[in-house]
C-alpha cells in the first residue's frame, strides 16, 4: 500500500468537513420550510430569536439552534450588534420565494428522499433489480415539482418554446399538446397559461401525481383546457398531437426508445417531439464538475434504478449525453434530431419524423 501524501489528506479532509456542513444544513433547509421560519423572514427585517419564535409559533430553544446553523452556512444573516437574524434579497429568493427562478429547496427535498431511500438502494446494487418512481418517498414527487418547476417558469415559454421551428405559432393559433411524464402537472399547467387556445394532457404512470396535477390545475384557472391522465409513456392514448413533450424524463424510461416510437405513431403530420434532458456532455470527463455531481448523485439513487425496474431496463441515467439521446430518437424512427437550446441545466431537443 502506498504511503499517503499528508498534505492531500489535509486538503480532502478538509473538503469533506465543508461536505458533512452541507449534508447537514441540507436537513434543516427542509426543516425550515416545513415549519415555515423561511416564509417568515421573507420580509427581510431583522428580527430577534424570540420575536421570530412569536411570529413562527416554534419554541425559541430550537430556533436558536436552527438560526444558529444557518448563519454558519451563510443561509441567513447575523448581526452580531443586535442579536437579529434576517435573509439578504438573494437569500430569500432561494429559501422563501416558491415562485422565484432561484428557488432551491425543492433541490433538498430530492436529497431528502435519497438519505430515506437509501436501504433500497443498497438492495438493488446486491440484486440488480430496480426500485420503481413510485417506489420512493413523497418527498421525491414534492421536491421535484418544487425543484424543477422555477426552470420551467423561467425558460419553457420564454426560450424553449420559441426555440423549436413553428411550435410556438400553432401553439398560439391552437394546438393539441402531450406532456408525457407530467408528475405535479407544473409544465403542463404553465403551457396552458401561456397558450390558452391550445389544449393540454398530462400522463403520468404514478397515480398519486395525476391526483395532485388535477388539483392543481384547477386551482390555477386552467381545468377546462387541460387534464390529466394515468398512463405508462409507451401507451399513452390519443393520436395526431401538434407537439408531445418529455421533460426531464426520458432517462428514467427503461424503454425509451418503445416511448419514442409510440411518440411517432401519436404524432400528428409536421409535429414535433420536445426532448428536454439534464445538461450532459456526451463523455465522463467533462460530466467531472459540480452540475454532474449533482446529477450523477440523483442518477444513481433515483433515474437508473427507475430504469431499471421496467421492461428493457436501459438505464440511460441522467447524464446520458447528446450522443446516446439522438441514438434512442434515431431508433424510434426519427430522422430530425436538433438541439434547440440548452442552459446551465437543461439541454432542449427538437425532434420530428
Request: charged letters at 20%; a negative charge; one cysteine or more.
Amino acid at each position: 500500500m502506498r504511503e499517503p501524501d499528508m498534505q492531500k489528506l489535509d486538503t480532502l479532509v478538509s473538503r469533506l468537513v465543508g461536505d458533512v456542513g452541507a449534508a447537514v444544513t441540507g436537513a434543516l433547509v427542509v426543516l425550515g420550510d416545513h415549519v415555515g421560519i423561511f416564509r417568515a423572514m421573507a420580509d427581510g427585517e431583522p428580527v430577534q430569536a424570540a420575536e421570530l419564535a412569536a411570529k413562527t409559533g416554534v419554541k425559541e430553544r430550537y430556533l436558536r439552534e436552527w438560526l444558529s446553523a444557518q448563519a454558519a452556512a451563510d443561509y441567513i444573516c447575523y448581526d452580531e450588534r443586535t442579536d437579529r437574524f434576517s435573509l439578504s434579497p438573494e437569500q430569500a429568493m432561494v429559501f422563501a420565494e416558491e415562485n422565484s427562478p432561484a428557488f432551491f429547496v425543492g433541490a433538498f427535498e430530492v436529497v431528502q428522499s435519497m438519505w430515506m431511500d437509501e436501504p433500497k438502494i443498497a438492495d438493488a446494487f446486491r440484486t440488480g433489480k430496480g426500485v420503481g418512481w413510485h417506489e420512493h418517498s413523497n418527498c421525491l414527487f414534492r421536491g421535484t415539482e418544487r425543484f424543477f418547476r422555477p426552470g420551467y417558469n423561467s425558460y419553457l415559454v420564454a426560450d424553449w418554446i420559441p426555440a423549436l421551428d413553428g411550435v410556438e405559432a400553432k401553439l398560439k393559433a391552437g394546438a393539441s399538446v402531450a406532456d408525457i411524464g407530467c408528475g405535479h402537472g407544473a409544465s403542463t399547467i404553465l403551457m396552458a397559461q401561456a397558450y390558452p387556445a391550445s389544449r393540454f394532457i398530462g400522463f403520468d404512470y404514478h397515480g398519486p401525481s395525476i391526483e395532485r396535477a388535477r388539483a392543481t390545475a384547477e386551482s390555477a384557472g386552467v381545468a377546462d383546457r387541460v387534464t390529466f391522465e394515468q398512463s405508462p409513456a409507451a401507451a399513452f392514448p390519443g393520436r395526431d398531437y401538434d407537439l408531445i413533450a418529455m421533460f426531464d424524463c426520458l432517462h428514467d424510461m427503461g424503454d425509451p426508445v418503445g416511448a419514442g416510437r409510440h411518440v411517432r405513431e401519436t404524432l400528428a403530420t409536421g409535429g414535433t417531439w420536445m426532448i428536454v434532458e439534464p445538461f450532459a456532455h456526451d463523455h465522463l470527463k467533462d460530466n467531472l464538475n459540480p452540475v454532474g455531481r449533482v446529477y450523477y448523485g440523483a442518477s444513481t439513487m433515483i433515474c437508473t434504478p427507475a430504469s431499471l425496474s421496467q421492461e428493457v431496463g436501459l438505464g440511460l441515467g441522467a447524464q446520458a449525453g447528446e450522443l446516446r439521446l439522438r441514438r434512442v430518437a434515431l431508433d424510434a424512427g426519427f430522422t430530425h434530431f436538433h438541439r434547440a437550446t440548452e442552459t446551465p441545466f437543461n439541454m432542449v431537443f427538437e425532434v420530428r419524423a
